[in-house]
C-alpha cells in the first residue's frame, strides 16, 4: 500500500493545494496533525484535510483552536489560533476536538501521532530518532509531525518519518514539504517530496488578514 503522508499544514492553503497537485498517486492519504495556526486559511484547510484524509491526529495547534490564549506567549501562534477562532464554524471545531492523539493504519503495522507517542508537545528531532525504538515494540513504522523538520530512518528495522511540513517548513528548504510511505516492503520505505510554491501569494495573504509580519516573512526562509 502507498501511504500519502502529510503534516503541520498550518492554514497554509496555497501550500496544501501545491501538495496535492504534486504528489504522485496513493491508496490512502493521512495527516499528522496541526491543520490550522499561524497562516491565513484555517477552514479551507480543515474542509479539504476533512474531504481528502482517511485519517487525522490531533496536533497542539488543532487542540487549541477554542483557547488561542494559550498560546498568548507565542504572538505568531497567538494570532493564527485567534484568526481560526473567529474563522471556523461549528462544525470545524467540532471536527478539530474529535481528532484522536494517535492513529493505528496500514492493518496495524504503523503509529502515526503528531508529537511523541508517550509525550505531549515533545519535540522528536532527527537525531533523537533513535530513542524512538523502544516506542516501536508493536509497529513496523512510526509517523511523527510538529518539528516541521523532513527526516525519515530505519532503525532496528523499524521505519521512522517525519514528512515535513506542508505550509511551515524549519528545515532550511522553504519548498512545502511531504512524503510517500511504501507499506510492503519490510522494513518500509519513504520517499520525501518537496514541492514549491506561490509564497508572494501567502505573504500577502498575511498581511490582509492582519497577521504579524513575521509569520509571512518565516516561509521564504524556512524557519
Ligand atoms: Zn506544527
Redesign the pocket.
Known sequence: MRLGVIS?I?ANLVALEAVLEDMPPVDRLVCAG?VI?YNPWPAECVDLVRERCSATVE?N?DRNADTPNRYSMNEMAHEGLKLASEELNEGQLEWLRSLPRSVDLADDRVLMVHDHPEHVDQYVRPHSFPKMRPYLDDHDACIL??T?EQHEATIDGRLILNPG?VG?PRDGDPRAAYAVVDTAPDPMTAHLHRVEYDIAAVQAACREAGLPSRTGERLAQGR
Request: glycine share 28%.
Open positions: 503541520d498550518h496541526d495556526g496536533g495547534h509531525g510538529h516541521h511540513s511551515q
